[in-house]
Each structure stands twice: as C-alpha cells, then as structure tokens.
C-alpha cells in the first residue's frame, strides 16, 4: 500500500545527486526528482487536504523557477497587433453566442484561458474536452505544473470509473493515460493498479476520505487551479483584457467612414453591401450610394442569433476571475473594495449565489451634471437590432453618418417603425374626483381599467374606469395603535393626519402597499370588486415612509421601503418580519428600485442629497455611492423589459433631469431635453411600451422618444394639470392617469383605450365589480417566483406584470403583453339567456395552417411565449414550427386566423425529430416544455429526452434513456437548471440539467404521470396520473404534502389508462384537473375540490382543456369534434363550436381535437391538433369579439343530480 516509504524513494532520488555530474545533468536530476515530489503526494493531497508534505519539498515546490524551455515556450507567440485580434474575434464570438467557436479560438490560438469553461468541463466530468482544451496551451511533459495538472485529471477519471465498479473502463485509463506516469514513479504506478484489486478504493489507507464524486471533483479543481496559476506557461492568460463593447464592429464602423470620407464625392447614407471590398460611392462601385431612408441607415444588422440556454450552463466566459457577473451590469458589481457603510439586519437571508455575492459594485464616474443635448447612441445604430448582450451597449457606436454593425436588441419594440406619436394616450375621456390632492397612482397589472390612487390627506381609493365609480376606499387609521412606538403615538395624539406617499399593487394584483408620511406602511389583500381586506401594518422607519415596492430576494415576495430616518429595509410580505436593513445614506432617503438581473437581485436607493447606493441582499453595505444630475431627488425605474434604466428627479434650485444611464459605465447615456428649469416639486415621470418617457412638468404632459433626447411632443390635457403633475400608464399604455390642481385625476387615452372604455361603458352590468378579473381566493403570499426577469424589471419600474402560468403542455410562461379583457359576461337578467351555438363556418374565424410535411396525428401542442409561431409534436416524433410575419396585414406579427403562417423549417431542411428507441412511436407517450426565451424546446417520444435548438433545429443533446421513458416534462419556475420528469413508471424524476444528475426522485403514484405543474407563489409542484389522483409536493425539499383522488362522476366509467392534466390559474392557487370525464377547479395546496364540471354524454370524452391566457374562460374539446367555453370562475358552459363550423364535410372521416392550445396574449384565440394531424386556429367574429355571453346566476339550470343527462353544468 502507498505509505511513508514512497518518501523515502523521493529522498533518495535527492540525495543521489552524485558530485560527479555536470551542472547541467544535476539539474535533470533535480526537475525529474520535483516532478516524482509532485506524483508522490495526490494520493493524499488532492483527497486528503490535512495531510501535510514534509517541509524540504513543500519548499522545493515553492521556489522553483521556470526553465528556459518554459521560457521559449511562453515566448512563441504571434505579433501583438495579431495576438488583438484575435481577443477581438473572441469578443465577438462571445456576442453573437457562437460559444463552441468560442472556446475552440482560445484553444488553437492558446492565448486566453478560460477559467470558467474549464471549470464547466472539470465539474461536469467531461474529461475528454478537459485535455483537449488544456492541450491548446501545455502537452504533459511541457514542465512538472502541467504534469501534476493531466496526472490529477487522470487520476480522478481512474478513480470515478473505480467508483462505478467498471473495472473494464478503469484498466483502459490505466493503460492509455496513467502508463505514461510510470517512467518517473514505477511504484507509484504500481499503488494505483493494485486499486483494481480492491472491492472498494476507500479500504487503502490514503483515499479513505475520497467522498462522493461531487466533492472529489470540487478538491481537485481547486487544486488545479492552483496548479494552473502557479505554472509559467499561462502567464499573461487567464485574464481577457478589457474592451469596450462590440469593439470589433466600431474598428469596422470607423474603416468604412475613414474610406468614405477620402470619396471623391462622398455621397449621403452609402449603401454597404459588402465588407469584401473597400467603399466607394461611386455608381459602378458595389459598395456605391443610395437614396436616403426615412426610417433607418443601419445597413447590417446583427445575426439572427438565439439567446443562451440556462440550463445548459449559459454564461459569459471573458470576465476577469475576480468579477464573475455575466451581465450588463458587471461594470457596477465587480472588482470588490471596502465598504465603507455599515449594515445591520434583523437576519441573514443569504444572497443566491456565492460567488455573485462576492462580486462587489465598482464606484464608476460621477455623470455630467450639465445637460447637454448629447446623444451618445442614435435609434439607428443602437435599438434598430438591439439584442441582450453580456456586456451591455456599446458606447463606441455611437453618431457615425455610417453604421455597418448595429449591436442588436431583444425586442421588436425598438424598431423604429413599431409605434408612432399616435400610440401614446394624449386625448381626455375623463375626470374624476379625489376630494384630496394626488400624491401616486398605480394601474392593476391585470385588469387594465383599475386604479389604485393615494392622496395628501392618507386616503386610499380603488377606481374602476369603465363605470368611474368608485370601488372601495380606505381612510388613514391605525389599525393597532396600542402597538406602535411612543413616538409614533405621540405624534398622531398631536395630528391624527397623515399623508400616503407611494401606493404601489403587487406582481399579481393581489395584494397593494401603502406608505404613508408617518411611520407605517399598511398592505392590503384585494380579492376583486371592492373585496377589500386588512392584511399587514408595520411601522417601518422613524418619520414618514418616502417609498415602498415589491421584491423577491430568496424566491420569498418581500415590501422594500425606505425613509426619513435614512434607513432602507426589507420586510416579509406574509408575515411581515423585517428580513434585511440597510444603512449608509446621510440624508432622507427618497426612492427605492429593486430590480433582478442574470441571477443578480439588488435594490438602488437615491436620497434628497442626490446620492444613489445600490444593494444586494447580503447585509454587507452599499456597493456603490455616485451623484444623481443636478445632486437632485432622483427616482429610478428600468423600462417594462427590464433592458434599459432611466431616472427623473429635480434638485433643490428647482432644476430637473431626465436621464438613461449606460449600466455598464455607471454614467449618464442620453439626456433629455425640454423639462423645466424651475419645477415646482419634484418631477414625477413613467416610461412605457419599451419605447416612450413621460413626465409631468410645466402644467402639462411631456413625452419623449426613449431613443432621442429632443422632446417628442406634449399635452396640457385641456389644462387644469398640477404644476408637477403625477403620471401614471397603465400596462398596456393605452391609458394614462393624470393628477389635476383641483383635487382630480384625468385619464388620456389612445385609440385603443377609447375603444377599451367605450365598450365597457356600453354594457350593462349586474355588479360593477371588476367581474372578468375577480379573484376567487387570494393566494397565500409565503413566496414568490423570481424566474421572470421580466416580472423584476416591471417591480422597479412600478408597473407589475401578469402572473406566470404553467401550460399543459408543461411549459412555465411568461404572460407578455395580455390584451386588456372586457367584462362581457354580465348582461341584462330580464332577457332570457341562451347558450351560443356555432354550427357554421361564418359564424367564427378559423383557419387550418399549412402543412406539407406527412399528416401524423398531433399529440402536443404549444404557442411560442412570444404568440408569433405554434410549436406542433406529431405522433411520429416530428415537431412542426409555423412562424407569422410581421406585415402591414398583421403589424403584430403574432398568431391570426385571418393570415396564414409558414411552416417554418431551416435552410439545411431538416427535422427536429426525437429519438424512438426501439419502441412503435404509436404507443409512446409524447411530451415537451418550451424554454421561456423560445430558442430550445426539450421534448421526448418514448425515448431519450431530447433538447432542440428553435432556430436551427439541432439536437444539441440527448439525456435519460428508456426505460423508464418520460411522459411530462416541466421546467422549475425558478431555476431553469431545474426540470421535473413524469415518468411512465410513475415516478417524477427531478433532473439538474447543469450537472447532468437527479437530484431526487418522487414517488406517490401508481400509474404514468400526466401532468405537472408547478405554482411560483406557494412553492409546490402538483402532479397528476393515470390513476386519477392528484399529488402536491413541496419545491423546498421534495416532500410529498397531499394527495386527492378525483371523483368520478356517477354512470360515468373512466378508461384504464385516461390522461388527468393540471394548470394553475394566474393567481397560482387554484387551478383546474382535466380527466375525461370532468373538470374539476381545486384549490392547492390542500387540493380541496371547489367546483366540477361534467359534460353531456352525447359529446363524448374530453379529449384536453387549457385555460384561457388571462384565466377568465376554459377551451375544453371533445371527441365529437366539438369544442366548449366555459366560464373560469363558475365553470359554465356558455359557447358550444361544433366542428361543422371548422372543418371540412367528410363522413367518412373520423377527425376530432386530441389537444388544445390558448395564445399567450389573446384570450380568444386558442389552436387544436387534430387526429388526422391538422392544426386549426379559431376566433370570434371580430364584430363579436367573445365566445358567448354569461348564463345569470339565478339561471343556474337543473340539478346536480340531472346535470350529465342534461346541459352542461357545474355540480359544486
């Protein structure tokens, strides 16, 4: 066995040093002893860190220097103006996501060394690529670091293969890899076969505290680290110098305006069509002119690359090791130094990820507190093809006459030609009446048409726009004044007034906050109409309360609020324990920004002083400290996509700034021009549609371009505003509220929002009472998903997003954009209801797309979360892609059945087909779930589970071969690494994507999962079966916490083997089963069963049901061809489709819908997929715009008893 005595070989070799050798044969000797001093010891180093090497050779390791040989080595290289290049080539590679060129260019070309990719590879045991990638800059005899590097790669492989009991395996990485050790330690070697003889390697002395494979290879990478840093010939390569962004594209910018300056006669907005050649303009010339564009001169737009995939282990590999934040952002949050504010907290609640909490905010340039009219980036060269990128927005690219290489964008909303001053809401529909002066206002992030407003003498009213009545309202109380401080009592026994300072509604409108001017903050639970309800009261600082908004630190939906007594703190919003306090500001602060980025959750403050901190929850301090413009009392706010950050505050001299920041620099991007040089108050602003800034100032409404800094143009509402009037949009912004000098508030309006009012001023309602958007419960708010970065970036900029919904399918959305839904289900009781039949082809929209691709029967089906494309899962394992286009017949470019799509394929025309095994595909059981950004949709067909890239089509991975073959696939709604897998076995596997492992296995059913789903707000994934049965199961650690079986309605008999599916509605608490037989409405988590719904006979069994985007309706096909709407809420039927109304006569053809699809934004729009393999879009008649009408309440129909044999209706 390896014990002391190998030292003694090594000391001998030391001491064998003969005094008749030559110098330089005395030195061989000496590099071929510390390289056995080096082989003698990983045994035991590497694996057992408390052993020590005795000190003669930890010495002899440490002082070694490079040999002349490690010298040439690291002098070879190319000319430095080449060797930049190349960094340049590599920072474009990384910005257009080509990440396997990437890595492959630092391999070959051997200059930078990228820490965090080799880390990737080493964690994840890719040993193979490991040498590979290592082989780009040393060979194993290149000098003792880079032997002790590959023996300890080896070595490890060695030991896993041991540890899996393949002895095959392990004798072949002893002969081919280990073998070559054995010319420098025999003995050595010798040890390391003899493990083949143990039944486990721990029974040999010095590996007994190898662990699991996890950590083993977590000892070992932070030695070759060490190894790697110490060994000469990565020198000057483990740090990717610091560019400016998008570096290449701007050389190229300047070579093409250099050349089109020295034209003879250099023509306006050359036409660039090729970088192959230089420019001319002349006629003759390819590169020549052409006549000017009235939208845009970017002549090239960035390549149409997808964004990362998270669970594949995205990241930004060109940081420096001390900064490793992949964002835009990492100019502010890297290169850590001293803090030097003090923090207290009431209790650690620890920040995500270490090593993110590790990276500290840089103090970056104070901005120009002048307002220049400089616009550092034109719309044309900056937003026509804007695209996420990880270093933000390039500042180079900045007002050159040519643009050759735009850096991209992730939205359409940038383009210059997606909206007009027409879209912005500048026409008064009316004006209500506070009684009090307006202090804030908050539109609900769901229904469109209610306001939430706080005044100057503490009250709280609910609006609802369509009726202008007033919902509910809250004056200033107390609620236990017995519990406040003395302080707090003191002042309201002197005045029991106080002022509401911000109101603000939560992410999914369930709960608001109120801060009021003294002390305390109150938060309220909404359940709709004027349902109103006392939640929490916390005094919150000394003195008024300046701000409050919502948060989500640890995936726990927490209240940010700050103060006069300069203190910001967050707050549980379910208990309402306060969980972190920061200090460090030296005045009142004035404003509080969450926002959540790449994995990155921070909070920015500003003061009155005109300072700005910003935080991350780790109770360390605040990570930077700058002047806003003007040192004035500053509010910031992120545009709705969460891309873009702007701030708008006004000094104490009366001098205001609106501004756009460039994340990257920490310093003022653009500056806008046209706000007031004496402002009364502080200007109060908002931003909208990713592409509009308003702001009160002057008397009036002023509005600019987000993409140029002159003023687009302005509205004094037909006069009467505030001097510094509150604005507010609403999400959509089709409305914009307003606050008046008489104590009111006016709404402007766009042509969309016209329409919106009129019509649902034009009805007539039972109950006033927001009765499309009630809610039935309000969920419990222990916690919060924080996987949207869009729902953060909507918390900063005040206006919340709608709710994430788990599809079917399996896919966890994002809801973008859902359009405003009218009230339409409330009609005059007088007139005799009657349930809407569509039996013909006029009577509805409908549309089959087009298919010229082998009809196979359509198993799944999804639209994409951005509602342009419809992903189809044949039940031959071929998926089917249609894309619309954005045209002047459909200026959205989402999903229409009055325009037929393309059936998309990539040039190379290949299918995205899953692996079959050996299995008939006819009796498998198909599933997939789509990534959130749309680029990789994960999908399997009774063999191995597949990962498909959207644009291209490739399989980029197979993982998790039959048996057992997965059934249902779900992605965590939280962690994109995380996906739970039915299973046909009846487990549910949930697989890390990252480390390619289960990190647990559920059991609680009998037969296949059918469903799952997971719920962002309570923290549990619900499952459903084959068996009928219902199973909850806690997200934090896997423990099974209920189970329901459904009921079977009486007569009915349900088939063996029948799907039950599951979906959350929006609040994410109650959600409805799918079995053929019913469906059921059951609130989670303790699964009771509120309502169930039993069809007639005649139709046959239900074949799928999805909710509707907004969750207000229910799409349910069936057998018969048929597809019913129901009503969410009360699960009634109140539109029948009879396929004569969509498809072709064909007796003697069976067809009927197997699933059914909801579009992500409209609520009347879904799609079926068809047995004969059609895929078919249905609408309302736009003169309609509804599936049916609400049957009244006092219409109910029969009994539960006669309910199968009669209409449609629900038994509870």
């Known amino acids: 066995m390896y014990t002391t005595s190998n030292y003694f070989v090594c000391s001998y070799f030391c001491l064998s040093l003969s005094s008749s050798q030559s110098v330089e044969e005395q030195e061989v000797e000496r590099e071929t002893t510390n390289t056995l001093l080096l082989l003698c010891v990983p045994l035991s180093l590497s694996l057992s860190p408390e052993r020590k090497v005795p000190k003669p050779y930890r010495s002899g390791l440490n002082t070694h220097k490079a040999s002349d040989k490690d010298l040439l080595i690291s002098s070879c290289q190319m000319s430095s103006l080449s060797r930049e290049l190349v960094f340049l080539i590599l920072q474009f590679l990384d910005e257009e996501k080509f990440k396997d060129a990437v890595h492959k260019l630092e391999q070959e070309s051997g200059f930078y060394f990228n820490m965090r990719h080799f880390e990737e590879m080493v964690t994840n045991g890719e040993w193979d690529e490991v040498e590979k990638y290592l082989s780009g800059f040393t060979k194993v005899d290149d000098n003792r670091y880079s032997m002790k590097i590959f023996f300890e790669i080896r070595k490890q492989k060695y030991l896993e293969a041991l540890d899996k009991k393949d002895r095959a395996k392990a004798v072949d990485i002893l002969v081919k890899d280990l073998k070559v050790f054995s010319a420098f330690n025999e003995d050595l070697f010798k040890e390391i076969t003899q493990l083949l003889t143990l039944e486990n390697f721990r029974d040999n002395e010095q590996l007994s505290k190898y662990g699991d494979t996890k950590s083993a290879r977590g000892v070992m990478l932070a030695e070759l680290k060490k190894l790697i840093e110490a060994n000469p010939l990565f020198r000057d390569k483990l740090n990717f110098p610091t560019l400016r962004n998008s570096r290449l594209r701007t050389l190229i910018n300047q070579s093409l305006n250099w050349q089109h300056q020295l034209c003879k006669n250099p023509k306006p907005n050359p036409d660039i069509k090729t970088l192959f050649i230089d420019h001319s303009c002349g006629q003759s010339q390819p590169n020549g002119a052409r006549a000017p564009s009235p939208v845009t001169n970017a002549l090239m737009g960035g390549l149409p690359k997808p964004a990362g995939f998270p669970p594949l282990g ?38 995500n990820s270490s090593n993110n909490a590790a990276a500290l905010l840089k103090r970056p340039r104070t901005p120009p507190s002048n307002s220049a009219a400089i616009d550092y980036q034109t719309a044309d060269s900056e937003h026509v093809l804007k695209r996420s990128r990880p270093f933000g927005l390039s500042d180079d690219v900045n007002n050159l006459p040519v643009n050759i290489l735009p850096v991209g964008y992730t939205s359409q909303n940038h383009g210059q030609s997606s909206f007009s001053t027409d879209d912005l809401p500048k026409a008064v529909v009316m004006t209500l009446s506070q ?162 980025k790449e994995n990155i959750q921070f909070i920015f403050s500003t003061a009155t002083d005109g300072k700005i901190k910003a935080w991350l929850y780790d109770n360390v301090g605040s990570r930077v400290d700058y002047d806003a413009p003007g040192h004035s009392s500053t509010a910031l706010a992120y545009s709705a996509d969460g891309t873009r950050l702007f701030s708008c505050g006004t000094n104490k001299e009366g001098d205001s700034y609106i501004v756009e920041w460039n994340e990257s620099e920490g310093a003022v991007k653009r500056t806008y021009i046209g706000l007031g040089k004496r402002s009364v108050g502080v200007v109060q602003f908002d931003t909208t549609k990713n592409r509009f800034l308003a702001a009160g100032d002057e008397n009036m409404v002023k509005f600019w371009d987000m993409d140029s800094v002159n003023l687009l143009t302005t509205t004094d509402a037909e006069g009467g505003l505030q001097a510094s009037p509150c604005v507010r949009f609403n999400k959509e912004g089709i409305l914009l509220a307003v606050s008046t000098n008489d104590n009111g508030i006016k709404i402007l309006a766009n042509t969309d929002g016209i329409r919106l009012l009129r019509t649902v001023e034009s009805r007539s309602f039972d109950s006033p009472k927001i ?46 954009d859902v359009k405003p839904r009218i009230t339409d289900e409330s009609i005059d009781k007088s007139r005799a209801w009657k349930l809407i039949e569509i039996n013909e082809p006029s009577q509805c929209r409908s549309l089959r797309l087009p298919d010229n691709i082998s009809a196979m029967r359509v198993s799944r089906l999804i639209y994409t979360n951005s509602g342009v494309a419809i992903l189809a899962l044949a039940a031959n394992a071929v998926h089917k892609l249609w894309k ?19 059936l998309w394929q990539p040039t190379s025309g290949i299918l995205m087909t899953n692996d079959i095994s ?60 995380i996906i739970a897998i039915g299973m046909e076995d009846s487990s549910i596997q949930i697989y890390n994507v990252r480390v390619d492992e289960v990190k647990t296995k559920l059991k609680g059913h009998h037969k296949r999962i059918t469903g799952l789903a997971f719920s ?197």
């Open 314 to 351: 995205a990241h930004g590999p060109f940081q420096p090791a001390q900064g490793p934040l992949p964002t835009s952002l990492t100019g502010w949050m890297s290169n850590p130094a001293p803090v030097a504010h003090a923090s207290a907290s009431a209790g650690p609640i620890g920040f």
């Open 771 to 816: 009765g499309a958007g009630a809610m039935v419960k309000p969920p419990s708010m222990g916690t919060f998903g924080a996987s949207n970065a869009t729902v953060a970036a909507n918390l900063v900029d005040r206006v919340a997003p709608m709710a994430s919904m788990v599809a079917l399918n399996g896919d966890n959305r994002n809801l973008p």
């Open 1016 to 1212: 962002n707000v309570l923290n549990v994934l619900i499952s459903s079966g084959a068996d009928s049965q219902l199973c909850v199961w806690s997200t934090d650690g896997w423990e099974k916490q209920t189970s329901r079986q459904l009921q079977i309605p009486a007569g009915r008999a349900a088939a063996p083997l029948a799907d039950t599916r599951v979906q959350f509605h929006q609040d994410q608490t109650h959600l409805i089963a799918v079995h053929e037989t019913q469906i059921a409405i059951y609130e989670a988590p303790k699964l009771e069963c509120l309502k169930q719904w039993v069809p007639r006979e005649a139709s046959g069994p239900i074949t799928h049901a999805t909710y509707s985007c907004d969750s207000q309706s229910i799409y349910v096909s069936f057998e018969d061809g048929s597809v019913g709407v129901l009503t969410a809420t009360s699960l009634r039927l109140r539109c029948r489709i009879n396929p004569a109304s969509y498809l072709p006569a064909n007796p003697s053809l069976r067809v009927y819908p197997l699933v059914i699809a909801a579009h992500p934004s409209e609520p009347t729009q879904f799609a079926l997929g068809l047995t004969d393999g059609g895929v078919y879009i249905l609408e309302p008649l736009e003169s309609e715009g509804k599936w049916g009408t609400l049957p009244p309440e006092n219409n109910a129909g029969p009994s539960t008893a006669s309910v199968a044999a009669n209409l449609d209706q629900p038994q509870r």
């Open 435 to 596: 009684g009090s002066a307006v202090k804030s206002m908050d539109f609900h992030p769901l229904q469109q048409i209610l306001l939430l407003v706080g005044t100057a003498t503490g009250d709280v009213i609910l609006w609802e726009l369509g009726t202008r009545e007033k919902l509910a309202q809250r004056n200033f109380k107390v609620w236990e004044l017995k519990s406040c401080s003395m302080p707090l009592q003191a002042s309201l026994a002197n005045d029991y007034t106080a002022s509401v300072n911000r109101v603000i509604w939560s992410p999914d409108g369930t709960l608001f906050g109120v801060a009021y001017s003294k002390h305390i903050i109150h938060l309220y639970a909404y359940h709709g109409g004027d349902n109103l309800q006392d939640k929490l009261e916390i005094e919150a600082h000394v003195g008024s309360v300046n701000d409050i908004a919502f948060c989500f630190p640890n995936k726990q939906l927490c209240i940010v609020t700050c103060g006069e007594d300069r203190l910001i703190k967050v707050w549980d919003a379910n208990t309402g324990a306060k969980q972190y306090a920061f200090e460090g500001h030296e005045a009142a602060v004035y404003s509080v920004c969450p926002h959540y």
């Open 918 to 977: 050996d299995r008939n595909p006819e009796d498998a059981v198909p599933c997939f779930a789509l990534s959130k950004n749309d680029s990789y949709v994960m999908s399997a067909s009774g063999g191995k589970i597949s990962l498909f890239n959207m644009m291209t089509f490739k399989t980029m991975t197979t993982f998790m071969p039959p048996p057992p073959a997965a059934s249902f696939l779900a992605f965590h709604p939280q962690d994109n690494n």
């Open 884 to 902: 619309w286009q954005r045209n002047e017949r459909n200026t959205s470019g989402k999903a229409t059945a009055s325009i037929a799509p393309q």
